[in-house]
DNA sequence: TCAAAAGTGTTGAGATTACACCCATGA
DNA sequence: TCATGGGTGTAATCTCAACACTTTTGA
């Protein structure tokens, strides 16, 4: 690999002039002209947001800050930012961010990618692509407010869907593709530990369903789909009656990862509502 | 929305000696300075792939491209570019890409983003995050080699995964990705239509899950479940004998997504290969 | 008449749901 | 002893893959 620094110097780069002219619609191309042996690209603003999720005193939550500066100032907003240097990969940034604004282990929470943002006028400032990330955890401490936000906190994710008009930029969006794609994957993956701590029981974890799909489901069917699953769960040993009742065999999160079987087959009819 | 030309110039941005302190792994934190109302971010080079499949003479193919300079150069490659504009729509551009490489009208393709590849080393000449995007196209007419390209052409899926050396940066990576997307997207959604023409029969419908699963399905019971799929497809009343025996009815895709029951549960055990 | 592809009917194996029933604890 | 949650057993139902069988064409 050639040395960095050094290629640098190569790649003619956008002066305030040149990204004028970009931004008029009518040199869209050549705006950019190629030499040689050289190398362009108009250069653009790549931010990481998140959507932290967690399952907090019964109910499917959102980590969201309020804005502290403009645009949308005092609107609610997913928690993100700018990659911190140019050599920053996009993955650590999203681990960051979620570190500093949850502070949770790193080892404690599912992080995967989304999906990227790049309409050219999500943000009036200027051109910012986005590449989110979608975050499940355990629920941590109280979450810290930094950067941009005044303030950060956990909100009903029900009650911020049939609002969203309270987010900023275009975060509505994001949060509902994260919502469907966080309900999906409770579906065909054993995802569902993520939301439990180190240790839970089989009714810990069916709560993270019922509360996620806002549904009910049969707990001894459950408990017999998800024993089905090799290595979905791996019994502790352990006991407690911290639910209540006769005692609970405790679970650690297993190896698997697909679940074959789905654990509930779609079937939007007959479900009761939970809550 | 602010006036862009106007916005430009309040936004600090990189001079090539910046970009030289972002290279600098000791200097991560602090090379760029926000000032008290500006607003500062490292700008990055944003490209576009494409995995682009068809199925072809009985085969599952992806469109690649020879590259024609360096890095990598020979090496294949998925087809894609930076950005036109700073201005430039992801999907946009992603398109534009599209109908530059096969000419297909755009109404007959579905384009879907996969994920976005942003590793910092990922291009050895400068950061580029590369938003990547899959499509799935019936099969096209010669597809036109431009830009980087040598030369363009389809290939076989298989015979490109089995050495995936032969890949430049890491679009073995992407292709992976791209290829599991495509197969089980059509598990559970009607997107095989877009493999087809604009009228098809059900065997030819069926010959593109055997070539993209390779693995045969029973014709009768695949016949049923496409059919017991609410407006999957449309007859249009017409037949045909283009495959010999007895006439076909002819289809045209209906406007479902969503299949319910998936078209083949995954079961890897007794399938048989097909070819 | 035969081969080949299209399409319908049926059946047995297996999966799934709904729920009866028993267990073990704390209050 | 009772309420509460944990856990097992089971029967009716549903689903699906497998395949026998009929239909309609071209050669």
Same mark, same amino acid.
């Given at each position: 690999?050639?040395?960095?620094?050094?290629?640098?110097?190569?790649?003619?780069?956008?002066?305030?002039?040149?990204?004028?002219?970009?931004?008029?619609?009518?040199?869209?191309?050549?705006?950019?002209?190629?030499?040689?042996?050289?190398?362009?690209?108009?250069?653009?603003?790549?931010?990481?947001?998140?959507?932290?999720?967690?399952?907090?005193?019964?109910?499917?939550?959102?980590?969201?800050?309020?804005?502290?500066?403009?645009?949308?100032?005092?609107?609610?907003?997913?928690?993100?930012?700018?990659?911190?240097?140019?050599?920053?990969?996009?993955?650590?940034?999203?681990?960051?961010?979620?570190?500093?604004?949850?502070?949770?282990?790193?080892?404690?929470?599912?992080?995967?990618?989304?999906?990227?943002?790049?309409?050219?006028?999500?943000?009036?400032?200027?051109?910012?692509?986005?590449?989110?990330?979608?975050?499940?955890?355990?629920?941590?401490?109280?979450?810290?407010?930094?950067?941009?936000?005044?303030?950060?906190?956990?909100?009903?994710?029900?009650?911020?869907?049939?609002?969203?008009?309270?987010?900023?930029?275009?975060?509505?969006?994001?949060?509902?593709?994260?919502?469907?794609?966080?309900?999906? *994957?409770?579906?065909?993956?054993?995802?569902?530990?993520?939301?439990?701590?180190?240790?839970?029981?089989?009714?810990?974890?069916?709560?993270?369903?019922?509360?996620?799909?806002?549904?009910?489901?049969?707990?001894?069917?459950?408990?017999? *789909?998800?024993?089905?699953?090799?290595?979905?769960?791996?019994?502790?040993?352990?006991?407690?009656?911290?639910?209540?009742?006769?005692?609970?065999?405790?679970?650690?999160?297993?190896?698997?990862?697909?679940?074959?079987?789905?654990?509930?087959?779609?079937?939007?009819?007959?479900?009761?509502?939970?809550?």
């Amino acid at each position: 690999m050639l040395d960095r620094t050094a290629v640098a110097v190569t790649i003619p780069l956008l002066s305030v002039s040149v990204l004028r002219c970009y931004s008029q619609a009518d040199q869209k191309r050549g705006s950019v002209v190629p030499n040689d042996k050289q190398w362009t690209a108009p250069l653009i603003a790549i931010a990481v947001d998140l959507a932290v999720f967690t399952v907090l005193a019964g109910r499917f939550v959102v980590l969201l800050v309020e804005r502290g500066i403009e645009p949308d100032l005092g609107s609610l907003a997913l928690p993100g930012g700018f990659l911190s240097t140019v050599d920053e990969d996009l993955t650590r940034a999203a681990m960051r961010e979620l570190t500093e604004e949850t502070g949770l282990d790193p080892g404690q929470v599912h992080l995967e990618q989304l999906a990227t943002y790049g309409t050219p006028d999500r943000d009036p400032r200027q051109r910012v692509v986005t590449v989110c990330y979608l975050a499940l955890t355990p629920t941590p401490g109280t979450p810290a407010a930094g950067g941009d936000a005044r303030h950060a906190d956990w909100y009903p994710v029900e009650e911020i869907l049939a609002e969203p008009g309270q987010l900023a930029f275009d975060h509505a969006q994001i949060l509902t593709d994260a919502v469907e794609r966080a309900r999906s *994957k409770l579906e065909y993956t054993t995802v569902a530990t993520s939301f439990c701590g180190a240790e839970f029981t089989m009714s810990e974890l069916r709560r993270v369903y019922e509360i996620v799909w806002g549904r009910s489901l049969d707990a001894r069917n459950f408990h017999r *789909k998800v024993l089905a699953v090799p290595d979905f769960v791996r019994p502790t040993g352990a006991q407690t009656t911290r639910n209540g009742g006769r005692p609970a065999a405790l679970y650690r999160p297993g190896e698997a990862w697909l679940v074959q079987i789905p654990i509930l087959r779609a079937r939007h009819e007959g479900a009761r509502d939970v809550h």
